[in-house]
């Protein structure tokens, strides 16, 4: 027996040993004691920790304040004895003097989240910097008399106050008197995992999500003529909907239709919601997810719609927006184009969550089953902004990325899912166009880092063409790239298999970069190497184009690290034209340049190189003309 584990750890090493991808070590200990696998696979050991919260929220719109009282059962489902527990207070970051990579405007800044009871396992712990209290930035740790030992769980309540930003909108806030969405605003258990342990990063503002999978029971009350729309599921629409509304509601979760659950002339008949008492209390419930957000708003519309997405199994579709949005009024049918085409397509895996709302905010931000858009001039930017916020429900929502180290891991998908589905809702729209323009804006630049430099290093906002490059745009025509490497069903099907495998889970890039290699039957490492580890750029050049007896050979030389297809529009002497292209797998044994034969006796007058679809940061030696030669 002895033998046999050390040769299946010898295995496991060689097979390491023989990848050629650069790890870091605190990553090669996960594969080592065996929570991760390096055939893509969660390892025999990994494990995720977890946790179920209720809350009791109340908002005030008069002073914008939100009050609440929480409790978190938080279950330790690692190996570890934990001797402290790390509590995200989000909303410190709109302190004075907090470090943060968005500017706030003054009457936005305040005292922090201002936290009034705190209690571990009954016991009241003080607040304020102690030997078992340290605040740091917007991190609370909390010192564990008694540790919380493996396989066990341990119950937190926290009461809390703030006010929430009106003028500085930083992915949530409230937008007119009485309309906000309501964001980042409990305190959170923070990640820990078998990486880094605990996740102590500051949210500076830049970086967005990484959380555990929890459950939600939540309470959110209200003045009596608010609506309101949140993670999760409505427990309770009886009690707080007149009978008319309630039955357009009940209709619409069945239905296929748009169906208008709340109108302008529903307000002006006063008869949007119950107003037998001076608040009324909203309900949710929402399961294995890994944050919560709602939005409120006494004069929003409200459509709603369905679509099936299993055989047992519909999801709610709804938008929620104001009057003047005139955009908006055809948001929820694109959302539910969007929900299908994630759905069906690509990544071809049923929407995994129950609900969504496109709420009519500012920007635009994903929150689990809640989205925060900004109105749009342009159909092609409402259809832009509402398919790649709703992507995310996929990524990071249901594979649980780690946002603050690899945005490239949940918006690189986000940009890159959508692309056919944009281009037919919005004919004139071309988003693969618009991002190869985006990344070449700055590929070859000093901002231009490789992928894989964590993004909370160059979180500020000297190195905000950075982070948007490395995680929108770069990352985008890598995914797209490996799609036109793979074939669109191979690619489809290793994108479902990661999935598969890594929802609910927290992946690492090793794990999509390993599970992708297994379903595809090669090692990409050639392709993974320079797109995501390495400095530069793509850049293709027409070296030379030789005339010989039968045709004539073109020489395209390989100038940038990054390896791209390669696409010609040769134009001859009678003004006709004649395509030439290769897939990116041209450069997988390292040449650093081709010959393309174009056989024929047509005479040549010149040879254009790229296409709208292929990133090229130096555009200048993409022309050739024979004449001139």
Partial sequence: ?????????????????????????????????????????????????????????????????????????????????????????????????????????????????????????????????????????????????????????????????????????????CYDSTSCFIGYWYPQVAVYDDIDGWDQYNYTGLQEFYNDFSDFDVRITVPNHFVVWATGLLQNPEQVFPEKILDRYRQAKTSDQINHIITEQDYREGAVTKTDRPTNTWHFKAWQVPDFAFA?????????????????????????????????????????????????????????????????????????????DGSAQRRASTVHVTSHEIAHSYFPFYMGINERKYAWMDEGWATMLPFELQHRLAEEYDPIARTVHRYESVAGSEFDLPMFVPTIVYGSNAFRPSYRNEAYNRSGMAYYLLQRLMGKEKFRQALQEYVRRWHGRHPIPYDFFFTFDQVYGQDLSWFWKPWFFEFGFPDLAIKDVMMNHDGANILIEKIGRLPVPVELNVTFADSTTEQISRGIEVWRSGVSGISLNLPGHKKILSVQLGSDHIPDANKENNYFSVNKK
């Avoid at 201002?114 to 910097?129: A, F, H, R, V």
Wanted: glycine letters at 6%; one cysteine or more; hydrophobic letters at 35%.
């Fill in 1 to 173: 027996m002895r033998y046999l584990v050390l040769l299946l750890i010898f295995l496991g090493w060689a097979h390491a040993r023989d990848h050629s991808l650069y790890m870091p070590l605190n990553i090669q200990k996960a594969y080592a004691n065996g929570t991760r696998s390096y055939d893509g696979q969660p390892g025999p050991s990994y494990w995720v920790n977890h946790a179920a919260y209720r809350i009791d929220v109340r908002f005030t719109p008069d002073t914008r304040t939100i009050s609440g009282s929480e409790t978190i059962e938080y279950f330790n489902e690692s190996p570890d004895t934990l001797r402290k527990l790390v509590l995200r207070l989000y909303q410190n970051n709109r302190r004075f003097g907090a470090q943060r990579d968005w500017p706030v405007a003054k009457e936005d800044l305040h005292d922090g989240e201002q936290i009034s009871l705190l209690k571990i396992n009954d016991q009241t712990i003080p607040t304020e910097n102690n030997n078992a209290v340290r605040r740091a930035g917007t991190n609370m740790i909390v010192r564990l008399d008694q540790p919380l030992p493996p396989r066990q769980s341990i119950q937190i309540a926290v009461n809390w106050q703030y006010v929430v930003s009106h003028i500085s909108n930083i992915r949530n806030g």
């Fill in 296 to 372: 409120l708003s006494d004069h929003y519309l409200w459509d709603l719609t369905s679509l099936r997405v299993e055989k047992d199994r519909r999801v709610l579709i709804g938008a929620a927006f104001k009057k003047e949005s005139k955009d908006f009024f055809d948001v929820c049918r694109i959302a539910r184009a969007s929900i299908d085409y994630y759905s069906t397509t690509l990544p071809g895996v049923p929407f995994p969550f129950p609900a969504l709302t496109v709420f009519n905010g500012h920007g635009g931000m994903e929150y689990p089953m809640m989205v925060n």
